[in-house]
Every structure is written in structure tokens, then in C-alpha cells.
């Protein structure tokens, strides 16, 4: 008759701080990638928005269709002397203060169509672009004080606005 040992306390508690690990990163929301998020205003426009990072300056921010057809429409304001940085900026509206429109060719959000939202600046001296993939739906979906970020790829994340403001500064470096 073989007689089997039971594991000592030491193995145990290994083997419960190994799930209670394994468990608590399968259920922790992914932080946003990027620098850029869309929203949706309190009065239903959309919104563009940089997450803080230190001594970033905006250059341009663009919203442009992303069917692939050929024909560029798109929606996108320019900072032409890079004396001022914004911290979001609103679609269809008259540009910040010092800044000045570029391209108005899209006017509208229209359903079906998937767009790219984009911004394009300096952190340090380098250049340190956002991108974030939508769809009208998209914004539809997001619940109250959530934006959209980008999550790598051509994948987009619904995320808490004050988190994607607020995370990490690995983001913040070009």
C-alpha cells in the first residue's frame, strides 16, 4: 500500500498566491496605448482628448473616413506655430485659439462608415502620435465618464475617462 503525502502549508500558500495572481490579471482591465481618446460631449458632439503628458505639444488633431475608397474626406485643425497646446478638441467646431482649420471636406459622422481619428505632436523633441479606430456605433456604446482609446492594432477600448487621462507615462514617450 503506497501512502501519499499531503502538500505542507509552504506548497499550499505557493500554489494559492499563483491563482490568486493568475486570477487578478485575467480580470484587470488592459491600460489604453495611446495619447489620443474620442468622446462623446455632453451636448452628443465628439470630442478628441490627450491624455496628460508632460511637455507634449500637439500639432495637429484629424478625423478623416477610413473606407478605403480613394477619396480622403476628412475634418482636422492645425497649430501652426506650436505656441499653445490643447487638451481636447471638438469635431465640427471652430478651432482652438491660435490654431486654424485645415480640411473640412467631412462635416458629419455618418453610421456604417468606420473613421480614424488621429493626432500628431512632439514630447521631448520627438514626435509622438495617437490613433484611435471608430464607428458611430462605437460612440453610441460608451457608458457615462468612458471614452474610447486605442488598445493596439486596429483595436480600440472603452475605458474610464480620469484612467485613460491619468495612466501610465510609458505612453507619454515617442
Known amino acids: 500500500m503506497t501512502r501519499r503525502r499531503r502538500p505542507g502549508p509552504g506548497r499550499t500558500a505557493a500554489a494559492l498566491a499563483a491563482l490568486a495572481f493568475f486570477a487578478s490579471a485575467c ?8 495619447v489620443l481618446a474620442v468622446e462623446r460631449a455632453e451636448d452628443g458632439g465628439v470630442r478628441l482628448l490627450l491624455a496628460e503628458c508632460p511637455g507634449y505639444v500637439a500639432k495637429d488633431f484629424s478625423v478623416l473616413e ?76 460608451l457608458g457615462g465618464g468612458q471614452v474610447l482609446a486605442w488598445a493596439g492594432g486596429d483595436e480600440t477600448m472603452k475605458t474610464d475617462r480620469d484612467g485613460f487621462l491619468h495612466a501610465g507615462p510609458g505612453r507619454c514617450r515617442p
Open 66 to 141: 477610413d473606407t478605403g475608397d480613394g477619396d480622403t474626406v476628412a475634418w482636422s485643425v492645425h497649430n501652426g506655430g506650436w505656441t499653445s497646446s490643447v487638451r481636447d478638441v471638438r469635431l465640427f467646431q471652430a478651432p482652438p485659439e491660435g490654431w486654424r482649420a485645415a480640411d473640412g471636406t467631412l462635416t458629419a459622422l455618418r453610421d456604417g462608415v468606420p473613421y480614424v481619428a488621429t493626432v500628431n505632436g512632439t514630447s521631448g523633441g520627438r514626435s509622438l502620435r495617437g490613433r484611435v479606430p471608430f464607428t458611430t456605433a462605437d460612440l453610441a456604446g
Open 27 to 34: 480580470d484587470s482591465t488592459p491600460e489604453p496605448k495611446g
